[in-house]
């Protein structure tokens, strides 16, 4: 079992910036591809960045790209979102969730590919 535990949102001006972390615990960290995904008021929940075991490799959403990145500290068993020119539709609940061992050189968009989830944590983006 990995546990996953979210932190790092709150209330921030449109432009304003974002630094997003995701603790993990219960198994070795860096055998997990991590990913992070969001789900706004009355939407499907949707893909924002995932990152490989080691960091090599990464991706983020067409919506996100330029804007967000996504890094990962194995020493410190977290994965991080780095949201900057944040806008009014990037408001939602951000979920990190993780891939099982076997996938951890691989990055997926697909949720239902991930194991385990944190609780959330909201992302509130005035105008």
């Known amino acids: 079992q990995v546990q996953l535990v979210e932190s790092g949102g709150g209330l921030v001006q449109a432009g304003g910036s974002l630094r997003l972390s995701c603790a993990a615990s219960?198994?070795?960290?860096?055998?997990?591809?991590m990913g992070w995904f969001r789900r706004a008021p009355g939407k499907e929940r949707e893909f924002v960045a995932a990152i490989n075991w080691s960091g090599s490799s990464t991706g983020v959403a067409a919506s996100v790209k330029g804007r967000f990145t996504i890094s990962r500290d194995n020493a410190k068993n977290t994965v991080y979102l780095h949201m900057n020119s944040l806008k009014p539709e990037d408001t939602a609940v951000y979920y990190c969730?993780?891939?099982?061992?076997?996938?951890?050189?691989?990055?997926?968009?697909?949720?239902?590919?991930?194991?385990?989830w944190g609780q959330g944590t909201q992302v509130t983006v005035s105008s």
């Open positions: 219960g198994r070795t960290f860096s055998n997990y591809a």
């Open positions: 969730a993780a891939r099982t061992a076997s996938y951890a050189g691989t990055l997926s968009l697909r949720p239902d590919e991930y194991t385990y």
